[in-house]
């Protein structure tokens, strides 16, 4: 737990929950092909990725700050009402490291104006996008 940050006075820390059905299947997947840290396992396992947490957990049942709410693995991964989105300076480089390590892409990075992006999912369908922004930002 040493490499989690949590906010001292004020902040906030931004946290990504995956609801799995094979907890060490996407620990290798967010650790393994897109390069995170293992910084907990167990329930749940943390995983730090870049500048952010990726929790991974079993789904479950309500709970009391919960009541009605279930959570569970996608019932079909063609459905999405939201997805984690990880921003690149090299998307093709990326595609061709995570491809090779056994991520699976919708299609190829494709290149729509303002940003090139592609889609791929983790082992239990999460969507998940890649992109590298194309636009030029002013320095001054």
């Known amino acids: 737990m040493a490499d989690m940050e ?19 299947a996407s620990q290798q997947f967010y650790a393994g092909v897109l390069g995170g840290v293992t910084v907990m ?8 990725l870049a500048n952010s947490w990726i929790i991974i957990n079993e789904g479950g049942g309500p709970t009391e700050d919960k009541p009605e709410v279930i959570l569970d693995v996608p019932a079909d991964p063609n459905q999405v009402s939201a997805f984690l989105n990880i921003r690149v300076a090299d998307i093709q480089k990326v595609y061709d490291e995570w491809s090779a390590k056994g991520a699976t892409f919708l299609t190829p990075p494709i290149d729509r104006g303002p940003e090139i992006r592609c889609y791929m ?20």
């Open 41 to 48: 396992e167990g329930g749940p396992t943390i995983v730090k």
């Open 121 to 140: 999912r983790d082992p239990d369908g999460h969507l998940i996008e890649v992109g590298q922004s194309t636009r030029v930002l002013d320095s001054g």
């Open 6 to 24: 949590f906010p001292a006075s004020e902040g906030i820390v931004l946290t990504h929950l995956v609801v799995s059905a094979d907890v060490a």
